[in-house]
């Protein structure tokens, strides 16, 4: 029996020890606690393997065109914490992470990060034109999508969801984030973060999420970028956190801190929003990893005199990894070793780092799995949902006469014209991953299968830049001899994105010289848009029957378009962003504070104080009619809940999609408070005839308080307003 025992004992000992390696190798154990296997970890580590463990470097060749550097400033090490990884080659990918765990003193795995903003190799539609669609669900469908390619092709993190509030269509950011709204840029951004981490991070088709850029970037002044933003810290709780403050509560894993100074302290070196609220108030315990080269940086910002300094501020604040500038590498040791850094405050960082690296499996499963391309991406069904997306993103901003959809009856001859008919690379937006033109149907090809009964014509008519009019001639032409013009118009992809701010929204004058040419035939146009953020169409809008907001829809390209214009798709898309009258009005957007003074006072002598087209504005082929905008009670104690309901009848003859925009006005209130602020949405299909009733569920303490300074939520007794479209009605929070 004896015998017997020793032998039980010892196989216990060997399984122990064989799951955990050598005797109490805590770290290597995938049934301890999350939080030991960090403690144990850190504390086998000497100071050099913490400071790469908390740096990231860039793996393949850097096609990051606003970043090029192709080498890193300090050679590839296999210790390294992170590496950007550009490549599509797991291969390649596990390869450097053979070397990292297997030869590498402790065999930390490396987490592999990539930009996967909206798709890795299927491109969805550009951010800006999912909060058009108004259906996270779908967004949450794509992100799916998004992380199983990226994490089958060997990314474990993805740098989105970009969640910055953005009002100045300058900024070429703009098409990375979901508008102007925080309410909708938070619904959209925990909609991101489910789509991405799934239910679980240790999975082959699950990423770790990074919420950007924190914090107030889209605040940047006059829509440059990488410069100041005014952010009181008033505005920084009403507005721009929000979206942050509902992606941490669900779970995002990692942020980014952002390059723009918040009113004299730069986002990476922000102590007050990366620790004091990120830490203590959100009890985030994922990892910060600063934007590229911001720790750097802040010597340009003028917030460190030297990379020490700079290292010193960004570490301290709450930066726990340092993007590929290698500033954390050649300065941490020497600070510590000089008694100008505690170590405690890097142990805290690489735990932050270790922990997420456990959640993601890594260390159990540090390599990714053999799979064939087409298991991995452009999935028949992956296209689908993109399809679905890129048609509900579309926005119809007019139909005069109801010139659509087109009746083939009527119309028999359709001229397709312009510099975007036959584009497949713009479509794709910028951030357009591992996207390639050669997967796009462009707006022609689209056509040609929708209108196989009609005629085609095409005329490119000119670029999307330059001065050459010598294509007007052909096109007009073209357009005299159809029935209807197809003119699609819009910008290049590069011309929103990153470090790509412009001046004005006007399309460029030789595309608005095309429409003038075009419009002089008399024939009707409808205008299509491939933009990538709100443009300036007062000019234009007069010349033309029809306009199509088309964004830049990604893989599935044109074929939105032609549905939409066949009518195989009613249009249900509404604007997430202002589209102003002129350039002038920028910054304009729906929640803005009420003026001093009533009606037109103060605005402009020059131009109307109305944008051109309003925050969730979109129009559709049928009609929607709303009935009267009832309250459960007019009166309610604070933490009380209340019931609001509005009746939608479809009274056209096609079954459309409408989103009910739920908003808030408080006329009174310690704090003054936007004109009108949305608190909820909904989007539903009627079919039509049918009535549905439309229900907002309030809880009084959530959706009718507001937050001061300090991000403390506060609710007034007091008259608040519910409103729907027009209506209003009034209930008293006693
Ligand atoms: C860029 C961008 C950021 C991106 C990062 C990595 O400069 O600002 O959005 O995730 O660097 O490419």
């Given at each position: 029996m004896k015998r017997h025992f020793i032998w039980a004992a010892a196989l216990t000992v060997a399984i122990s020890m064989g799951s955990c390696g050598k005797k109490g190798e805590i770290y290597k154990d995938p049934n301890a606690n999350i939080e030991e296997r960090v403690e144990d970890l850190l504390s086998r580590m000497t100071l050099e393997e913490k400071v790469y463990q908390i740096s990231q470097q860039v793996l393949g060749f850097n096609d990051n065109m606003n970043n090029i550097?192709?080498?890193?400033?300090?050679p590839l090490d296999s210790k390294i914490g992170s590496v950007i990884y550009m490549g599509t080659d797991y291969k390649y990918r596990n390869e450097f992470q053979k070397k990292a765990v297997e030869e590498t003193r402790l065999g930390i795995p490396v987490i592999f990060g990539y930009d996967v903003i909206h798709g890795y190799r299927s491109v969805y539609p550009i951010p800006l034109a999912m909060g058009c669609s108004w259906n996270p669900g779908l967004l949450q469908e794509c992100t799916k999508v998004a992380a199983q390619e990226a994490r089958m092709s060997g990314i474990d993190w993805v740098f989105s969801p970009m969640i910055d509030v953005a009002r100045d269509p300058r900024w070429g950011r703009i098409a990375e984030g979901f508008g102007e709204d925080p309410y909708t840029a938070s619904q959209f951004a925990v909609a991101a973060v489910k789509g991405l981490?799934?239910?679980?991070?240790?999975?082959?088709k699950t990423v770790a999420s990074c919420l950007k850029h924190f914090v107030g970037y889209g605040a940047s002044e006059a829509g440059r970028d990488y410069v100041y933003s005014e952010i009181s810290d008033q505005t920084l709780w009403d507005t721009y956190l929000p979206p942050y403050q509902a992606a941490v509560k669900a779970g995002a894993q990692t942020l980014m801190s952002a390059f723009n100074d918040i009113s004299g302290t730069p986002a990476s070196a922000n102590h007050y929003t990366m620790?004091?609220?990120?830490?203590?108030?959100?009890?985030?315990d994922g990892f910060v990893v600063s934007d590229w080269g911001a720790v750097t940086q802040l010597i340009n910002q003028g917030a460190a005199a030297d990379n020490a300094e700079a290292a010193i501020r960004a570490l301290t604040a709450g930066v726990d990894m340092d993007m590929t500038d290698g500033v954390y590498i050649r300065e941490l040791e020497k600070l510590v070793n000089d008694g100008k850094l505690d170590i405690k405050v890097i142990d805290e960082a690489v735990r932050r780092v270790l922990r997420v690296k456990f959640r993601l499996g890594l260390f159990e499963n540090p390599y990714t799995p053999d799979s064939k391309d087409e298991e991995r991406w452009l999935l028949p069904a992956s296209k689908e949902i993109i399809q679905k997306a890129a048609e509900e993103s579309v926005v119809l901003l007019k139909n005069e006469n109801e010139l659509l959809p087109l009746s083939t009856d009527k119309v028999k001859r359709i001229a397709l014209i312009g510099p975007m008919v036959q584009n497949a690379q713009d479509m794709l937006g910028s951030w357009n991953g591992h996207g390639l033109a050669s997967d796009v149907t462009t707006i022609y090809d689209a056509m040609k299968e929708e209108f196989k009964d009609a005629t085609l014509t095409y005329a490119q008519g000119c670029e999307q830049d330059g001065e050459d009019r010598s294509g007007f001639g052909l096109a007009v032409r073209t357009a005299s001899q159809a029935d209807v013009v197809i003119l699609c118009l819009g910008e290049k992809n590069g011309w929103s994105g990153e470090n790509a701010s412009r001046s004005t929204i006007l399309l460029p004058a030789v595309q608005r010289d095309l429409l003038d040419a075009v419009a002089r035939t008399g024939k009707p146009v409808v205008l299509v848009l491939n933009n990538g953020r709100p443009l300036e169409l007062v000019d234009m809008e007069p010349q033309v029957k029809a306009i199509v907001e088309l964004w830049q829809p990604g893989v599935t390209g044109g074929k939105a378009l032609a549905r939409i214009l066949s009518g195989a798709v009613n249009p249900s898309g509404k604007l997430c962003v202002t589209f102003p009258y002129t350039s002038g009005q920028i910054p304009i957007y729906y929640n803005r504070r009420n003026p001093a003074r009533e009606a037109t006072q103060g605005f402009y002598q020059d131009v109307t104080v109305e944008p051109l087209y309003p925050f969730g504005y979109g129009l559709s082929y049928t009609t929607f009619q709303y009935g009267k905008l009832k309250i459960s009670a007019d009166k309610v104690a604070a933490g009380g809940k209340l019931k609001a309901e509005i009746a939608v009848t479809n009274t056209g003859t096609r079954i459309g999609k409408e989103t009910v925009h739920w908003f808030i006005s408080d006329p009174a209130c310690m704090i003054t408070r936007p004109m009108k602020e949305l608190k909820y949405f909904e989007k539903a299909e009627l079919k039509p005839g049918e009535t549905k009733v439309f229900t907002w569920d309030i809880d009084v303490n959530r959706d009718f308080s507001y937050v001061d300074s300090d991000g403390t939520p506060f609710l007034e007794p007091g008259d608040i307003y519910i409103q729907v479209q027009d209506q209003k009605v009034k209930v008293t929070v006693e």
């Open positions: 550097e192709s080498l890193n400033p300090i981490q799934g239910d679980s991070l240790n999975s082959t620790t004091t609220v990120l830490r203590d108030q959100w009890k985030f």
